[in-house]
């Protein structure tokens, strides 16, 4: 509703000032040209994202001190604390950093955002900086033509750098020539009225532009021109602080809590920063007259004064605001709190994360462990275990044989409640991000598609063993019972082991780890499959059983081979170069098949992992009737 009056209000007022003067359409353009050079910028910085600033940001973000510097760094170079802003809440809501962290970079992005004005302070107005920008944009059309991914990414660097010369060029000429036709100075107000309405002026035109460069651009050319007073230009700097905000708050619309949190927490500095800058303004003007003075500036270069000014209200708002970030913390915990629905949501697929193609990856890493996650629990509990049980060190055959009963899950509710609608989602958030031009996040996404694939099989397997399973282990049949408790546990026992290997071994032993007990698995059923053939020719048991046994045993193999084949994906993680490595000595079928060939060459026959009870692996015979 509000953008169906805002825009055409817009348009309206543009219109009347193209109308009324020249100078103001000049002004406009320039505003316009400007701010089209912002977003060239960062489609080009955009393009050299695909693992580079969010693997620096993985890296460097591991502590406060260093997320704060990330955040100043990071702004400074690229010039957009929108970009470093969306990617941060993409990465937030990723669970890729903390809310610490994340809070962090953002504290320090409003700092290194400063760096703009005394880029357009000191330099932008100094020198005719549009001789500057016509090479620039000639280059940088000329290689966005090109195919070729980095020749297009420095080209819309370049354009982006021209267009926001010629931007600032445009300004500083429509202000310069507007004062001889109307000085807005003379509507300048003084004292605190004057400054809570050009703060609020400002805040409006950073909303409006959702640029905050863009508003400090303006402010800084119409205070060349002498076209506002420089206390009324200080407070359009601190209302364009303010309404910068917007740009998080529209990225955390689509984000999870985490996400709401960080908008929540830039929204609270920079309200803090801006109100000890209006309610210190005269204090922080003998301050920037000090330090001026320090650096050689001269009394009435007030466009250095301005930048002056920015960085140091912004300095005091770090300096204050960073002891308080726990607390912070703890206030957006309590205020935004993750919803627990009936159906279970993706806590990672944002639409802030698919716009970075690394960011996309890690974020469907995450989704793809909470549908692992999820489906543990629907396996350990269908196989009549507590999670508690299965992760400790006990015996997990004792457990099975205690139990009296086993109570039988409705598999399909489960997989509609906890799987399903992630498995969903993290296809169609695949399907979205088209990265043909990101190779490696491409391969990962392919990787990932195919290892949540796996775990879904495993569930559908699961539910074709629990008929059987159910129905024996309740029967007053021992041997058979014995049996099935034989699989179940063996079963939990490989799922205890995938999460020991998950927690505990690094990429490169992971995938090892994960072969062997691959081996392990196959041996074993291929004992007990031959076993079993075995008895049943010998009469030990009747056939009616024994194929029931089979299947099921074919079942419980299939389900600890593709929960093995996802961990092959999920649990080998660090660079992309190593985990391609270590997947390629991963054992296929065939080898695999190869190596359990010679090891039954060598060794006995008899079950180890997924073994026969002993009942059945005799000569006894079984008693009861089928």
């Known amino acids: 509703m509000l953008k169906k009056i805002l825009l055409p209000t817009i348009l309206l007022v ?27 910028l960062e489609q080009g910085f955009r393009t050299f994202t695909g693992g580079v600033l969010e693997n620096l940001m993985n890296k460097t973000t ?11 760094v990071s702004t400074s170079i690229l010039q957009s604390s929108s970009l470093v802003s969306v990617i941060t809440i993409s990465f937030l809501s990723a669970g890729l950093i903390s809310l610490v962290s994340g809070i962090g970079i953002i504290f320090g992005a409003n700092l290194g955002t400063t760096t703009g004005a005394w880029l357009i302070a000191g330099l932008g107005l100094k020198i ?30 370049l354009a982006g750098l021209g267009f926001l010369f010629l931007g600032i060029h445009y300004m500083k000429e429509g202000f310069e020539a507007f004062k001889d036709t109307l000085n807005l100075a003379e509507y300048a107000v003084q004292g605190y009225p004057g400054l809570f309405l050009f703060m609020l002026i400002g805040a ?50 689509s984000a999870n809590a985490q996400g709401k949190r960080l908008a929540a927490a830039h929204l609270a500095f920079n309200l803090v920063t801006g ?53 912070l913390v703890k206030i957006l915990e309590r205020l ?61 055959l004792e457990v099975a044989e205690e139990q009296k009963k086993l109570t039988r899950l409705d598999i ?67 041997a058979m019972r014995h049996a099935y408790d034989q699989l179940r546990s063996q079963l939990a026992v490989i799922i205890r082991q995938l999460e020991e290997i998950r927690l505990t071994d690094e990429s490169d032993t992971a995938i090892l780890s994960l072969d062997s007990l691959k081996l392990m698995v196959k041996e074993t059923h291929e004992s007990f499959y031959s076993t079993l053939i075995e008895l049943i ?15 099921d045993s074919n079942y419980t193999y299939s389900i600890a081979m593709n929960l093995i084949r996802a961990g092959q994906t999920l649990f080998v993680t660090g660079p992309r170069e190593m985990a391609a490595a270590v997947r390629t000595i991963a054992l296929s079928d065939n080898e695999l098949q190869a190596v359990s060939d010679q090891h039954q060459a060598s060794e006995s026959n008899d079950p180890t992992l997924i073994g026969l009870p002993q009942e059945l692996s005799g000569n006894e015979t079984e008693k009861t009737a089928p």
Request: proline share 3%.
């Open 14 to 40: 543009l219109s009347y000032g193209f109308w009324l003067s020249d100078d103001f359409k000049e002004i406009s353009a320039g505003v316009a040209i400007f701010m089209f050079g912002m977003l060239a």
């Open 537 to 551: 020719r010998k009469g030990s048991i009747v056939p009616e059983r024994g194929t029931s046994l089979m299947n």
């Open 412 to 478: 399909d509710a489960a997989y509609e409640r906890s799987i399903k609608g992630l498995y969903s989602a993290i296809v169609a958030f695949i399907s979205r991000a088209d990265f043909s031009w990101q190779v490696g996040q491409s391969a990962d996404l392919h990787h990932l598609r195919e290892a949540n694939q796996h775990v879904v099989e495993a569930i559908k397997d699961m539910k074709h063993l629990q008929k059987n399973m159910i129905r024996y282990i309740n029967a007053d049949h021992a």
């Open 204 to 253: 409006l035109a950073t909303v409006i532009m959702q640029s905050s460069h863009a508003t400090l651009v303006l402010i800084i050319t119409a205070l060349a021109a002498y076209q506002i007073t420089y206390e009324n230009a200080l407070a359009l700097a601190i209302g364009a602080n303010i309404g910068t905000t917007i740009t998080a708050i529209l990225g955390s619309i």
């Open 275 to 327: 109100l000890i800058a209006i309610l210190f303004i005269f204090q922080l003007m003998i301050a920037v007259n000090e330090i001026s003075q320090f650096f050689g500036i001269r009394e009435n270069d007030y466009t250095l004064k301005l930048a002056v000014f920015h960085t140091l209200f912004n300095l005091i708002g770090v300096l204050v605001m960073t002891p308080l970030i726990n607390p």
């Open 62 to 72: 591991s502590s406060l001190p260093k997320s704060l510097t990330f955040g100043i």
């Open 336 to 396: 935004f709190k993750e919803k627990k629905p009936e159906i279970d949501q993706p806590k990672f697929l944002t639409e802030s994360a698919i716009d970075f193609p690394e960011t996309a990856v890690k974020a469907v890493l995450q989704e793809s462990l909470h549908v692992y996650d999820n489906a543990q629990s629907v396996l350990i509990h269908a196989l009549g275990y507590k999670r508690p049980e299965v992760l400790s060190t006990l015996d997990l």
């Open 128 to 157: 005719k900086i549009s001789a500057y920008a016509m090479p620039m944009l000639v280059f940088g059309v000329l290689l966005i033509l090109q195919k070729s991914k980095n020749l297009n990414g420095v080209g819309y660097v």
